[in-house]
């Protein structure tokens, strides 16, 4: 049971390169969100997808594209980089319920020169 | 969802409580209050959550005022595994799974 599982764990891109991060849960979660955290920040939300074949725009989705390729997996694009996105982007899964607890993953390191 | 405003830092002695404040002065009567924890450059970790009653698990306690416009997260025997940052979050259930994760605290435990 890996739980939370993501890739890759660094990446530095050119701006104007795009790239997809990936991220896959095990837990058999009905939703998945995607997060970005900037240097002394707390965290943001971009997207989230509550269920599969659902998504929706979180506090800043400007920059980025979501898909649920199935319960398991939900990956984030960016389509075209900027330095402005720079950050720590973290994946997590939860389930319905008031305890909603998510599980986050180790989180992508991703620089743009 | 409501906001909640916490101290930028605090630091604690090793095996002494930790006393983590939060206010929500403006908090609804259908949200529920989270706290969540990161450890250097993890991803957040669920602690606990409450409504209106006090809860305590196998990590921390949280204790909420009866007014509901404050809470503190106890954790009672801190040790060096418990420096990180500490997000108190309110979020009412039907607004979906959505978290608005704030700058939180950071907790030092010193030896």
């Known amino acids: 049971n890996a739980g939370v599982t993501q890739t890759p764990k660094f990446q530095v891109l050119k701006t104007g390169q795009s790239m997809t991060l990936q991220c896959a849960q095990d837990?058999?979660?009905?939703?998945m969100y995607w997060y970005r955290q900037d240097p002394g920040m707390g965290l943001r939300l971009i997207y989230y997808?509550?269920?599969?074949?659902?998504?929706d725009k979180g506090e800043v989705p400007n920059g980025y594209n979501v898909s649920r390729l199935n319960k398991r997996e939900f990956s984030l694009r960016l389509e075209s980089a900027a330095p402005s996105q720079t950050s720590v982007y973290f994946c997590?899964?939860?389930?319905?319920?008031?305890?909603?607890?998510?599980?986050f993953g180790p989180g992508t390191r991703l620089t743009v020169l | 969802d409501a906001k909640t405003t916490q101290p930028t830092s605090m630091d604690c002695a090793e095996g002494r409580a930790a006393n983590l404040p939060c206010n929500h002065s403006?908090?609804?009567?259908?949200?529920?209050v989270y706290w969540y924890r990161q450890i250097h450059s993890q991803g957040p970790q669920y602690i606990i959550h409450?409504?209106?009653n006090n809860e305590t698990n196998e990590m921390a306690s949280l204790i909420i005022t009866e007014d509901r416009k404050s809470s503190t997260l106890i954790l009672p025997h801190a040790t060096l595994r418990d420096t990180a940052v500490y997000y108190c979050?309110?979020?009412?259930?039907?607004?979906?799974?959505?978290?608005?994760f704030g700058t939180g605290t950071s907790l030092t435990v010193i030896p």
């Open positions: 997808s509550a269920s599969e074949g659902t998504t």
């Open positions: 403006t908090i609804s009567g259908n949200e529920y």
């Open positions: 837990m058999n979660h009905n939703s």
């Open positions: 409450g409504l209106k």
């Open positions: 979050i309110v979020r009412a259930y039907h607004t979906g799974n959505q978290f608005y």
């Open positions: 997590a899964s939860s389930n319905y319920g008031r305890k909603n607890e998510q599980f």
